[in-house]
C-alpha cells in the first residue's frame, strides 16, 4: 500500500487537476492503481450521504420490477402495458427482458467498454479526454460536473455522442480495439428503437396516444456513456455516481454482474441485482414532467466495493435544448398542472451547475396547488 506522503503526493495533483488543463485530469483508476490505503478528501462524502446497505428483516432487498416484453408481441401488448404503468408508478425504474436488441451485441459493447480501461494505455487514452471545464463534453472523464467545490464521484467514464447521426463522430472513439466504433454505432442505433417502442408503451400505460411522450420529446439527442467503477478500499466513504435523477426523458442501461446501482423508493436504498441479459430502464425528469407527476423519475446512485471493479452502460434520450416541456394536455385536463413549463436548455444548465442533489432541479418546477 501506498505510504501517506504518496497519498498527499496524489491529492496534492488532484487539486492540481482542478487548475489546469485536460491532460492533467487525474482518473480515479489511476489512484486504485497506485495502491492508495485511503481514499483523498476529494472523495469523502458527507455523513448523510454515504451508503449504507441494510439487509435486516428484509429490509433493502426488495428489487425493481423485471419486465418480459415478449418481443413486443400485439397478443401480449395489454399485459405489458398494465406492467409498465405499474412498475413507472410504483419505482420509476424496471428490468425488461426478450426486448429485441442482440445479446450478442450488449455482451459486445461490455466487452469492448472493458477492454477500454482495462487494456488501453493511460497516455492514449488521454488522447479522448474530455474537456474538464465543460458539461457533457464527449470524451474519457471522471468529473460529472463543473463545480470545483462538488464531492467527486469513484468514477471513470467514456460519454459518446450518437444521435441525432449530425452528432455522430466515430473519429472521437477509441480505435485501438478494431471493432469498438461500430459496435458502438450499432448499440446506438437498437437503444433509439427501444427508446421508441418503451415510450410509446408507457404513454399508452398512463392513458395517452403511443406518440405523446416522443412527439413531446423530438428528435432524440442520445448519449452512451461507458462508466468504469474501480476497487475501491474505503466503500462506506464514497459512491460510485451521486444520487441523482437523469434530466432527460429516458434513460437504458445494462450491467456486468457486480452489484452497484441502487434506486430510492420511500426513503430506502435498494440494490438493483444485475440481470445480464436484461435492460434495466430508467424513467427521466422530463418524462415526470410529461406525465404530470403520475409517473415519477426514479432516483438513483452507484455504491462501490473494495474487491471488484464494475462497469455500466446507459443510453440517455435526451431532448434537443431548444425544446420546452410541460404536461401532456391530456392530463392537464384531469387536472391542474403540477409542473411549470420548462426550457430543456436551462434545465440541463442548472443541473450541471448546481448539481442534482437527489431531484432538486425537478423539484423546483413543482406548482404548489
Known amino acids: 500500500m501506498a505510504s501517506w506522503s504518496s497519498i498527499h503526493q496524489w491529492e496534492a495533483k488532484i487539486k492540481q487537476m482542478e487548475a489546469g488543463g485536460r491532460n492533467t485530469i487525474m482518473r480515479v483508476q489511476s489512484l486504485v492503481q497506485a495502491g492508495l490505503a485511503e481514499i483523498p478528501s476529494q472523495y469523502i462524502q458527507p455523513h448523510e450521504n454515504r451508503p449504507i446497505v441494510k439487509k435486516e428483516?428484509?429490509?433493502?432487498?426488495?428489487d425493481i420490477p423485471v419486465i418480459d416484453l415478449f418481443g413486443f408481441d400485439l397478443n401480449h401488448r395489454d399485459l405489458v402495458r398494465k406492467a409498465i404503468g405499474e412498475a413507472c408508478r410504483e419505482w420509476g425504474a424496471f428490468h425488461v427482458t426478450n426486448h429485441g436488441v442482440p445479446i450478442?451485441?450488449?455482451?459486445?459493447?461490455r466487452s469492448v467498454g472493458l477492454s477500454f480501461f482495462n487494456?488501453?494505455?493511460?497516455?492514449?487514452?488521454?488522447?479522448y479526454a474530455c474537456d474538464p471545464t465543460s458539461a457533457a463534453s464527449e470524451g474519457y472523464g471522471s468529473k460529472m460536473?463543473?463545480?470545483n467545490c462538488s464531492v467527486l464521484d469513484w468514477r471513470d467514464y467514456f460519454d459518446h455522442h450518437t444521435l441525432p447521426l449530425s452528432r455522430r463522430n466515430p473519429s472521437r472513439w477509441p480505435n485501438f480495439l478494431p471493432n469498438y466504433r461500430e459496435v458502438v454505432g450499432k448499440y446506438s442505433d437498437e437503444m433509439k428503437v427501444l427508446a421508441q417502442k418503451l415510450l410509446g408503451l408507457i404513454s399508452e400505460s398512463v392513458g395517452l396516444p403511443s406518440s405523446c411522450i416522443e412527439d413531446s420529446v423530438g428528435e432524440f439527442y442520445q448519449n452512451i456513456t461507458i462508466s468504469y467503477y474501480p476497487p475501491c478500499p474505503q466503500p462506506d466513504l464514497t459512491l460510485g455516481l451521486q444520487s441523482h435523477s437523469d434530466m432527460g426523458a429516458i434513460t437504458l442501461l445494462i450491467q456486468d454482474q457486480v452489484e452497484g446501482l441502487q434506486v430510492l423508493k420511500e426513503s430506502q436504498w435498494f440494490t438493483v441485482q444485475p440481470l445480464c441479459d436484461a435492460i434495466v430502464v430508467i424513467l427521466s425528469d422530463q418524462t415526470e414532467i410529461i406525465t404530470n407527476g403520475k409517473y415519477k423519475s426514479a432516483q438513483h446512485r452507484a455504491i462501490t466495493n473494495s474487491s471488484r471493479p464494475r462497469l455500466s452502460i446507459a443510453t440517455f434520450h435526451d431532448p434537443a435544448k431548444t425544446r420546452k416541456i410541460s404536461p401532456a394536455f391530456q392530463l392537464v385536463n384531469e387536472s391542474s398542472p403540477l409542473y411549470r413549463e420548462v426550457n430543456y436548455e436551462d434545465y440541463v444548465s442548472s443541473w450541471y451547475t448546481k448539481g442534482p442533489e437527489g431531484k432538486r432541479n425537478i423539484d423546483v418546477l413543482r406548482i404548489n396547488c
Open 57 to 62: 428483516n428484509g429490509v433493502g432487498v426488495m
Open 104 to 109: 450478442e451485441l450488449m455482451n459486445q459493447i
Open 119 to 127: 487494456d488501453c494505455p493511460f497516455k492514449d487514452k488521454l488522447k
Open 145 to 147: 460536473l463543473v463545480d
